[in-house]
């Protein structure tokens, strides 16, 4: 069984450019979180899918992220335009229980590392 | 405001011993706590999960214990190996009306020396 898929690993924009990070959840999996990890910080909570729907979204830092989970399959985030602070970790994670569930297991992406110059 | 902090920062010990890593956590309304582990570069991988309803979770070398009511929970590992090195995060889970999720500590790096 293929695990949570991100793409790119890695990404190098200029401040100001736009960029698209790609999570693939586990096939099944009706929810769908992104984290996020910056440098010496702990990984902060984004946003959460449940399907197609946006259960919460109140980690998201402003509207310069747009996320978007086409047919409830795989998600995007883009930022538009990035600023230097949006640099770090952008982790994807997906589960199959419900997440009201107190046996909920998270199955995590290896991570976007993001780099904004 | 739930806040998650893990003790100590960065461990380092000689394979073979026993070691305790720590975390605790402010409010203890929590569905569950997980531990994960991190190697550099890559995602995290579960480890153990301890539903708010129990008090430990044991996989291998590996024990977990949850005490809710004073708000801890601690990783044991037995008998550690230059492969365990990596960061160790704990995560518990939160949330009300439909809305969950994760909150994590700093994480704990563990350097086993061989």
């Known amino acids: 069984e293929a695990g949570v898929t991100q793409f790119p690993s890695h990404s190098v924009i200029e401040k100001g450019q736009t960029v698209t990070l790609r999570c693939d959840p586990i096939?099944?999996?009706?929810?769908l979180y992104w984290y996020r990890r910056v440098m010496g910080k702990e990984i902060k909570f984004l946003l959460h899918?449940?399907?197609?729907?946006?259960?919460?979204e109140s980690g998201m830092p402003n509207n310069r992220f747009l996320a978007e989970r086409t047919g409830g399959t795989y998600s995007t985030l883009k930022v538009q335009p990035a600023e230097l602070e949006d640099s770090g970790v952008y982790f994807c994670?997906?589960?199959?229980?419900?997440?009201?569930?107190?046996?909920?297991?998270?199955?995590f992406g290896s991570g976007t590392q993001l780099s904004v110059l | 405001k739930q806040e998650v902090t893990q003790i100590p920062a960065a461990l380092s010990v000689p394979e073979g011993e026993n070691l305790v890593l720590n975390c605790s956590f402010t409010?203890?309304?929590?569905?569950?706590l997980q531990w994960f582990r991190q190697d550099p570069g890559k995602g995290l991988t579960s480890l153990l999960l301890?539903?708010?309803?129990?008090r430990e979770q044991t996989s291998g070398r590996l024990n977990a214990s949850l005490d809710k009511s004073s708000g801890r929970s601690t990783l044991y590992i037995a008998a550690s190996q230059p492969g365990d090195s990596a960061t160790y995060l704990c995560?518990?889970?939160?949330?009300?009306?439909?809305?969950?999720?994760?909150?994590f500590g700093t994480g704990t790096r563990l350097k086993v020396l061989a």
């Open positions: 096939s099944g999996h009706d929810n």
């Open positions: 301890i539903q708010s309803s129990q």
């Open positions: 995560a518990v889970k939160q949330g009300t009306s439909g809305t969950y999720k994760y909150i």
């Open positions: 409010d203890s309304a929590i569905y569950n």
């Open positions: 994670a997906s589960s199959q229980r419900g997440p009201g569930l107190t046996n909920e297991k998270l199955f």
């Open positions: 899918f449940v399907k197609e729907s946006k259960q919460d």
